[in-house]
């Protein structure tokens, strides 16, 4: 089965610091990894995909992620965070030998302090 | 272009009461998904269509749920009986295929069953 864990419920930063949100997965096969960000009662939206090639990965608003294979990771990052990236980052799996649904992690609630 | 649109937005029911919640997916996206998020259990996977393949029915909780998709496109879930646990928002989403595709999700439908 297919699991993703994301250890923090939430982060805190200053404007202008970096950002990092923390995932782990653990699939039989091959992983597909996603980050979805969701704004307060909006739907999720889609920031970025690892499939396979390049381990780093760019996506929307400045965010980037980093596959690493051994330590079964898939972290998000921003350089700079802006008071508007505050809000609930999901990041979930989709395990290739599994079918094409996601398993979603718990959320993790980004605050961004001015 | 547009996105994936649900309706209702709120529905609140009694218990007991049947209820259906509509999604139309993105024009030209073959898969369909459902998912459920609420507060105790996170993102749920429920359901999954892929063109005329047979939807792939493993998340769904209950007997009581159940989903169609007709001609391709708008897909309906059904929730029959409803029980206070059925409280949540829904989630559809849809993608060009499975796989690698990354899924784009509508705004959700908060269910209310009081």
């Known amino acids: 089965a297919q699991s993703v864990a994301q250890p923090e419920d939430q982060v805190n930063v200053a404007e202008g610091n970096p950002l990092t949100v923390k995932c782990t997965y653990s699939v039989s096969g091959n992983p597909y990894l996603f980050w979805y960000v969701q704004y307060p009662n909006r739907g999720l939206q889609f920031l970025l995909k690892?499939?396979?090639?390049?381990?780093l990965v760019k996506g929307s608003y400045g965010f980037e992620a980093e596959f690493n294979k051994s330590q079964t990771s898939f972290h998000l990052k921003k350089p700079s965070a802006l008071v508007s990236d505050s809000a609930l980052y999901f990041c979930?799996?989709?395990?290739?030998?599994?079918?094409?649904?996601?398993?979603f992690g718990g959320g993790t609630r980004v605050l961004v302090k001015p | 272009g547009a996105g994936v649109s649900q309706s209702p937005s709120n529905k609140v029911t009694e218990k007991g009461k049947d209820v259906e919640l509509r999604c139309d997916p993105i024009?030209?996206?073959?898969?369909l998904y459902w998912y459920r998020q609420s507060l105790g259990q996170g993102l749920e996977f429920l359901i999954y269509f892929q063109g005329n393949s047979a939807p792939d029915k493993s998340g769904l909780p209950s007997d009581r749920f159940s989903a169609e998709r007709t001609g391709g496109s708008v897909s309906t879930l059904t929730i029959q009986r409803t029980q206070q646990e059925d409280s949540a928002v829904y989630l559809c989403?849809?993608?060009?295929?499975?796989?690698?595709?990354?899924?784009?999700f509508g705004p959700g439908t908060r269910l209310t069953v009081t």
């Open positions: 979930a799996v989709r395990d290739k030998a599994a079918g094409n649904k996601l398993t």
């Open positions: 024009s030209g996206h073959t898969a």
């Open positions: 989403a849809s993608s060009l295929g499975g796989q690698g595709y990354e899924q784009y």
């Open positions: 690892y499939i396979t090639g390049d381990n």
